[in-house]
């Protein structure tokens, strides 16, 4: 059973950091694009950056650019997403997401998202 569990999210004040973890389990995923998505309050949920498995191209929302850093360890099967500079406007569920059909450039918009995890929550204050 293929499972991605995310961690590491939490309350944290402006410009503070959090790392955000994802646990992938039950498959193989060396062939798989990862990227983490958001979902504020009210809002649909929105990309905010993919990395391939081998870790040589990633992709990151403009809103996040600069701020937010991807990885992945492939020998913990685990992906990170390092949130640096946060800002009130980051508060969100944030979702792990595995797709094997589509590339960093396109995962924004892609239909063949096979796995979602069930996010973690992060609450940034002012």
């Known amino acids: 059973q293929v499972q991605l569990v995310e961690s590491g999210g939490g309350l944290v004040q402006a410009g503070g950091s959090l790392r955000l973890s994802c646990a992938a389990s039950?498959?193989?995923?060396?062939?798989?694009?990862m990227g983490w998505f958001r979902q504020a309050p009210g809002k649909e949920r929105e990309f905010v950056a993919a990395?391939?498995?081998?870790?040589?191209?990633?992709y990151y929302a403009d809103s996040v650019k600069g701020r937010f850093t991807i990885s992945r360890d492939s020998a913990k099967n685990t992906v990170y997403l390092q949130m640096n500079s946060l800002k009130p406007e980051d508060t969100a569920v944030y979702y792990c997401?595995?797709?094997?059909?589509?590339?960093?450039?396109?995962?924004?918009?892609?239909?063949?998202?096979?796995?979602w995890g069930k996010g973690t929550l992060v609450t940034v204050s002012s």
């Open positions: 997401a595995a797709d094997r059909y589509s590339t960093p450039q396109t995962m924004p918009d892609s239909h063949t998202i096979q796995y």
């Open positions: 039950g498959c193989t995923f060396s062939n798989y694009i």
């Open positions: 990395i391939t498995w081998s870790g040589g191209t990633t």
